[in-house]
């Protein structure tokens, strides 16, 4: 391993190491706009600087490889100098517009001009200016700002996958287009206004709405799919402005799609705020105590067996727990957590986690996609998978509908029978699969809420016999969910007890008359039709499709207003944490149901939160590990699912086929409203 | 890959190969550079964007970065040229050397300022950079050939022997 010197101090790294990397780990600071440490190196923007003792030119640190006994100096006057003119170059063309800049604050230009900018400029001619371009709704351009680094072009040639933007021209005439104007066809574009070190791309549903040190800054998780992205939520006065990424190597590195940054204009539109009551066909605002007494009314008069109680994509493990155990207390039967249906194992975590884990694609050597399109149910999974194919051309290949992932997939075709040719080991890519060390087979969500799901379930574990794909060191069999409540609603076992219904069991009950109440968690994803005839309760944040047929609304807080913990695709629970409270009169969720039990009469044994994560912890401890993947099943996978059923002749279907409105907070935002059409009109 | 037979045609598929067959297979789009010289050829001297596309489909190649080439190379047209490609040097040597009155001959006998082309697609005429022949400055580049130590006269008596109506 080469030793060098740095300012003096001696360090030893690991061949292949550059200047840069090396200087960091002494613990010193390079300067830097173009060098990011997720992308190719490019160079080009000179501002790392460093003098190697004797060696006339300062050396590029980003891009110089470490030799053994180079004595590098970062401190020096020639350094100084160096860095300085290099400044000063950059400004030659940077408008001084910082005043009306949405950068301003956090900028990296702004802030390395306070070390090596000079006082006053010595540039006299004119400047030059470059038209605007249409990066569609989400990026904002003003490309006279733009320094050239290149970091957005390639990040969308290499992390997002798809090559639209590019350097035109040369030297003085450079600009950064766009292929096709008004849209960036990635689930990822919003990451270039991260990672743009100016203001040329800023966010512009964000613009001049605050500025930084305006914010109150919330560390929480995304729930508007099921990765479990970590998100820093920014907030004024009581509202949502902006998300954007945290670094989590296990999850999303860092890295969010556009929907988790930009939906949130949604929270504030469409709000359920205060309680309503369905009186002769229409709503009237309530007081908490009438609603309350309302719903105990229509609760205590239905029969156990003709009540029912379905809880939602965004709903945390205190609601669904609370709501859980305030049904079962009253016997009954019918509560579940699957509104789409999901043939999971119940029992068996290892039926509907994504066992490999986020990170362990990283080292899966062939990978087998079921009846999912990853990058619009989880894009930042999406990019591992891309990530993962670019540093190892690993086969990929899937059973599904043909769509472009951002990198070669063999399609085997969408016809479900081809899983059963790979489950008996009859097919080529069982083969592949058979061969590889990490093989990795990823059934979508989708797949399993088809109304064979249970034999794709079972025919998908199989295959993970037929191949070994689930052994004691590496556990490929990965259920790719793509709602945030999914996993930790059968983490917690909510799921119909022997004789209950599910949830097309209620919507079939209800078309047929045999249900008289149904409580809605923020379900979402059904057919409101079928309650038309029932007393239905829905609580949750947003007038959407389940509050349609409701007989009482009760305002439920998002997740960016209240403490409710998620479980991700992996088994992984972690926090999310609110930004501010909830609107008016809403509350969160589980105090909801505190006081619905006492309108009762048969009170929760918890009325804290703290009570209540104990009971969650009690039932099953691993929810407590927050932010740690859950123990592994032991080896051998268990039986799950019914390899031996009939399949379906009916090919896999796209299940999310806009990206952009997947929830009732992003089909209440104008921005994905704008994004959907920019995708359409292009 | 695709594309091949429809831009390269003919004579120039073998061409095509020849250039590939220069670089590792596993590295295709080192062939990206000739490529564009040899499509520019056979498009008039100029690279339309259909044919840029092309030349990426061909190499497996994002159309955007065969773009990118197109625009940083100064050899490469985006625009139509005329049939004589004028590309009078301008740098120091040929400065000195009187590049600005094999300029104004230029000018004065094609009635256009750099940039432009003649009405009749004959002759487009531009400046450009050192062309990296200051021995015999002032120097001009028409299409493939140098025309070395010129001044305004010869360089207006040349243009107009290529007005002839027998070279059409």
Request: contains cysteine; aromatic residues 6%; charged residues 25%.
């Amino acid at each position: 391993m080469p030793k060098l010197s740095i300012d003096g101090t001696e360090i030893e790294v690991v061949e292949g190491t550059t200047v840069l990397r090396a200087c960091e780990q002494a613990g010193v600071e390079i300067p830097r706009f173009c060098f990011h440490e997720r992308l190719s190196i490019a160079g080009n923007c000179r501002m790392c600087l460093v003098e190697q003792v004797g060696v006339p030119k300062p050396l590029a640190s980003c891009a110089m490889p470490v030799t053994d006994g180079m004595q590098i100096l970062t401190r020096s006057e020639r350094v100084q100098a160096a860095r300085e003119g290099v400044m000063e170059f950059l400004l030659v063309n940077h408008p001084l517009d910082c005043p009306i800049c949405d950068q301003g604050g956090e900028c990296d230009l702004q802030d390395q001009a306070l070390y090596y900018g000079r006082v006053r400029s010595r540039y006299r001619e004119a400047k030059r200016a470059v038209t605007d371009k249409d990066f569609g709704p989400l990026v904002k351009t003003v490309m006279t700002r733009c320094i050239h680094c290149t970091r957005c072009v390639r990040f969308m040639d290499e992390v997002a996958g798809v090559p639209e933007l590019g350097t035109m021209g040369r030297g003085e005439d450079m600009e950064i287009v766009a292929a096709l104007d008004g849209c960036l066809h990635s689930e990822l574009s919003g990451n270039i206004v991260d990672l743009c070190p100016v203001g040329a791309l800023t966010s512009k549903p964000y613009a001049f709405a605050a500025r930084p040190w305006e914010l109150s800054h919330t560390e929480s998780v995304d729930v508007l799919d099921a990765a479990g992205s970590a998100i820093r939520i920014d907030s004024r006065d009581g509202r949502v402005l902006r998300v954007l990424p945290r670094v989590n190597e296990e999850i999303n590195e860092e890295w969010i799609g556009d929907r988790a940054r930009y939906a949130v204009d949604g929270l504030v539109v469409r709000r359920l705020d205060r309680p309503w009551l369905r009186a002769d066909g229409a709503f009237r605002p309530v007081t908490w105590e009438t609603a309350l007494a309302a719903v105990a009314t229509a609760l205590q008069a239905a029969a156990p067996e003709r009540t029912a109680a379905l809880t939602g994509d965004l709903a945390g493990l205190e609601g669904m727990t609370a709501l859980a155990d305030l049904m079962r207390a009253r016997g009954v039967d019918s509560v579940d957590c699957r509104q789409d249906g999901g043939a999971f194992g119940p029992g068996e975590p290892a039926s509907w986690r994504f066992n490999a884990s986020i990170a362990g694609i990283d080292r899966a050597d062939a990978v087998l996609l079921i009846g999912t399109n990853p990058r619009r149910e989880a894009p930042v999974i999406n990019a591992r998978f891309r990530k993962r194919w670019r540093a190892a051309g690993i086969p990929i290949a899937r059973v599904g509908p043909v769509t472009d992932l951002t990198y070669p997939v063999t399609e085997l075709g969408a016809e479900p029978v081809v899983l059963a040719e790979l489950a008996q080991g009859s097919h080529p890519f069982a083969e592949v699969l058979g061969q590889a060390r990490y093989p990795l087979i990823v059934v979508g969500s989708g797949a399993l809420a088809r109304p064979d799901g249970a034999v794709v379930l079972g025919l998908a574990r199989q295959l993970a016999d037929t191949v070994g794909a689930a052994g004691a060191a590496w556990n490929g069999f990965s259920v790719l969910q793509r709602s945030a409540a999914r996993a930790g609603g059968l983490e917690l076992g909510i799921v119909p007890a022997d004789g209950g219904l599910d949830a097309s069991g209620m919507q079939a009950a209800a078309r047929e008359g045999r249900l008289d109440f149904l409580y809605l968690l923020g379900a979402d994803e059904i057919d409101p039709e079928a309650f038309r005839d029932t007393f239905t309760v829905y609580q949750g944040h947003h007038a959407d499709r389940g509050a349609r047929h409701a007989d009482v609304l009760l305002p439920g807080a998002a997740y960016t207003e209240q403490e409710a913990t998620y479980v991700n695709t992996e088994g992984r629970p972690q926090q999310a944490r609110p930004a501010h409270p909830p609107p008016g009169n809403a509350r969160p969720d589980w105090k909801i149901f505190v006081a619905l039990a006492r309108e009762l009469g048969s009170p929760l044994s918890y009325e804290s939160l703290d009570g209540l994560r104990s009971r969650i912890e009690a039932a099953v401890p691993h929810l407590a590990d927050i932010d740690q993947l859950p123990p592994p099943p032991p080896p051998p996978l268990a039986p799950f699912g019914d390899p031996d059923g009939a399949l379906d002749a009916a090919p896999f279907e796209e299940i999310v086929p806009d990206y952009y409105r997947t929830c009732p907070i992003s089909r209440a935002s104008a921005t994905m409203a704008a994004c959907a059409r920019a995708v359409a009109d292009a | 890959m695709s594309g091949g037979a429809e831009l390269f045609p003919g004579p120039d598929r073998a061409a095509a190969e020849e250039i590939l067959g220069r670089y590792p297979s596993v590295h295709r789009q080192s062939a990206v550079l000739p490529l564009l010289d040899l499509a520019q050829r056979r498009n008039g001297g100029w690279l339309p964007p259909a044919v840029v596309d092309a030349v990426g489909d061909y190499l497996d190649m994002p159309s955007m970065r065969v773009r990118e080439l197109v625009t940083f190379y100064s050899m490469f047209h985006d625009r139509p040229v005329g049939r004589y490609l004028v590309q009078v040097c301008r740098t120091t040597p040929c400065w000195l050397r009187g590049s600005d009155e094999v300029l104004a001959g230029a000018r004065e006998e094609l009635g256009i300022a750099p940039g432009e082309t003649t009405p009749d697609g004959r002759f487009t005429l531009i400046e450009v950079e050192c062309l990296g022949a200051c021995a015999d400055a002032p120097v001009v580049q028409i299409n493939d050939d140098y025309h070395e130590r010129l001044d305004g006269e010869q360089m207006r008596a040349w243009l107009r022997d290529q007005r002839r109506p027998e070279d059409d």
